[in-house]
């Protein structure tokens, strides 16, 4: 039995992989039969099901004292070219003026600004919840949680109760960047380190909130880097049961320091879909990130363990701060196009994964079928140049 | 040779037969193919792949300006990429994977990177194809290289990311990248 087929068999008896296994399933070099394993591990948990949800992000403000060398979204102070801060009011008329009825989700990351009081936080989620008061507030990252903590003098249980009071309702995946010091140290280091960035997860799964994880690969870590990582998440998953969802997040090399760097390739994208699938198998979804990696590549991943897309977004401007040239959003029916294209599913969600509504697979006739068949020959043909 | 993953996916799908024609090089037909658009994705790549790697190795010929025309001996896919509301990349990939699986093995299967865009032209290596052609002086330049040149190191890049060996193909002679200075 090869290495690789060892891995799997591990796996398919749900048997912890090891650092080494992990490594083992990053270096190999049949893609596809990496895909198929890690299918096969979506299949098992998902069927063909795969979910989206309607919502959107929202920025409030790009002021942030870290000084990330990936980020090409933050300005370092209130005033420099580019800087904004919204009010509350610019920011609730975001929310109020959303022109989908459906909106499930508000999704919120911003920079860390060193002058906004803790009460600004509380006002600006209580306005949203006045003006939509059915919307899940995804709001914060572990990293924004750690930073109020530190700047307020409260602990990370105390900033998420008073959060949640005011209408937070769970955490999103990002900051978590990669975990491993060696790394962090070099393109984070002024911001929650990896320890503090599980820890506030942590508090967050002990005060029953939901949140998600994520990873930005593809710059200067090493794959065992990016195993380390997902160990990491892992082994907090298996204490806690947490985290609903991870999200791998590829680098993009404009308007930031390491633009000298190349950003990774499909393959790698897929690649690291599929070993995300099968190291945290205790982490129920796996989302391909649209924004991230593009659409075409997004759809495609849904065969190499993802069952999520994320969602309509509407106005996404940190992945096209740094170069990013897929659509700002995309509307619910292309979403479903693309799943139903793929073969599976369409799921509609909310934040918690509860299921709004699950539409019909693509349906095939049977006489299209055999229409389909009749012309494969010329269809086929009609592919190749003469 | 077919994998044992490979092959038990075969078996489980009643497509071993027809598995095994595709690897001997024989060139599938008509109702092979039929049965083939309706497999799993990933088995018919997996397929296209295992043929791909069994007849014509890991090299990746890389076609520009007149050599992506005049080349006798590559089967240049015109895909209906790029338009919102036309195939999506799965479907695309599939295309790929089919016409890999039915050309004869001595062909090279090739798809234009312009046409696909760089990361679907990539995805495509593992998809069966074996080529990559398209003109090298569209895009953006960068500060120290000329357009050509940076286009052209980005798409080597791209094919060795994907664990493979690259040989460019210019006029009418092949030029295996290690050879040039």
């Not at chain 1, 929202?58 to 942030?64: F, H, M, S």
């Not at chain 1, 860390?112 to 803790?118: E, I, R, Y």
């Not at chain 1, 008061?133 to 003098?153: N, R």
Request: charge should be neutral; include cysteine; charged fraction near 25%.
């Amino acid at each position: 039995m090869s290495r690789f087929e060892a891995i799997a068999e591990k796996i398919r008896t749900g048997e912890a992989p090891s650092f080494e296994d992990g490594l083992a399933l990053y270096l190999e070099p049949d893609l596809l039969r990496l895909g198929q394993l890690a299918n096969e591990l979506r299949e098992r948990k998902h069927g063909d099901r795969t979910y989206f949800n309607v919502n959107m992000r929202l920025e409030v403000t790009n002021v942030c004292g870290a000084s990330c060398s990936f980020c090409a979204f933050a300005k370092l102070e209130e005033g420099a070219p580019g800087a904004r801060t919204m009010t509350h009011e610019q920011a609730w008329q975001e929310l109020a003026s959303h022109p989908d009825a459906k909106l499930t989700e508000l999704h919120m990351v911003n920079g860390l600004h060193p002058d906004l009081p803790f009460e600004w936080y509380e006002d600006l989620l209580r306005g949203f919840k006045r003006v939509r008061p059915g919307v899940h507030l995804k709001c914060f990252t572990a990293v924004e949680i750690h930073f109020f903590a530190e700047k307020f003098a409260m602990t990370h249980a105390q900033v998420l109760s008073r959060l949640r009071a005011a209408g937070l309702g769970s955490l999103p995946g990002g900051g978590a960047e990669i975990l491993h010091p060696e790394v962090r140290a070099r393109i984070a280091p002024d911001k929650a380190d990896g320890d503090q960035y599980l820890a506030v997860h942590r508090a967050a799964h002990a005060l029953g909130m939901k949140t998600n994880c994520t990873m930005l690969y593809g710059h200067i870590e090493t794959f065992e880097h990016r195993v380390d990582h997902l160990l990491r998440l892992r082994a907090l998953q298996a204490d806690t049961g947490g985290f609903q969802c991870f999200i791998p997040l590829a680098f993009h090399n404009e308007n930031n320091s390491l633009q000298k760097l190349p950003e990774p390739t499909a393959v790698d994208d897929l690649r690291t879909i599929a070993v995300s699938r099968l190291l945290l198998d205790n982490i129920p979804h796996i989302k391909a990130y649209w924004v991230s990696m593009g659409v075409d590549t997004a759809q495609i991943a849904l065969r190499f363990g993802a069952d999520d897309l994320d969602g309509t977004i509407v106005h996404e401007t940190i992945y096209h701060s740094a170069g990013s040239k897929v659509p700002m959003g995309m509307t619910r029916e292309q979403l479903v196009r693309l799943i139903r294209e793929a073969g599976r599913v369409p799921v509609e969600r909310d934040t918690e994964y509860g299921v709004i509504e699950e539409l019909p697979r693509a349906h095939v006739p049977e006489a299209a079928m055999k229409v389909r068949e009749r012309n494969a020959e010329r269809r086929n043909l009609s592919v190749f140049s003469r | 040779m077919i994998g044992r993953m490979l092959r038990n996916a075969l078996q489980h799908a009643g497509l071993l037969e027809l598995g095994e024609r595709a690897m001997r090089g024989e060139g599938l037909d008509l109702p092979d193919i039929a049965t083939l658009e309706r497999a799993d994705l990933l088995l018919v790549a997996g397929l296209a792949d295992a043929v791909r790697r069994q007849h014509r190795g890991d090299e990746v010929r890389l076609l520009s300006g007149v050599a992506a025309k005049r080349e006798p001996d590559l089967l240049r896919l015109n895909l209906d990429a790029g338009r919102s509301d036309g195939p999506t990349g799965e479907e695309l990939l599939r295309r790929i994977a089919l016409a890999r699986l039915s050309t004869p093995c001595s062909k090279s299967v090739g798809v234009s990177f312009e046409q696909l865009g760089l990361e679907l032209a990539q995805t495509a290596l593992a998809f069966g194809a074996d080529a990559l052609w398209g003109d090298l002086e569209t895009r953006r330049t960068l500060p120290l290289l000329s357009g050509k040149a940076a286009r052209r190191q980005e798409i080597e890049g791209l094919v060795q990311r994907s664990g493979r060996r690259v040989r460019w193909v210019e006029g009418a002679q092949a030029v295996p990248v290690e050879s040039r200075s």
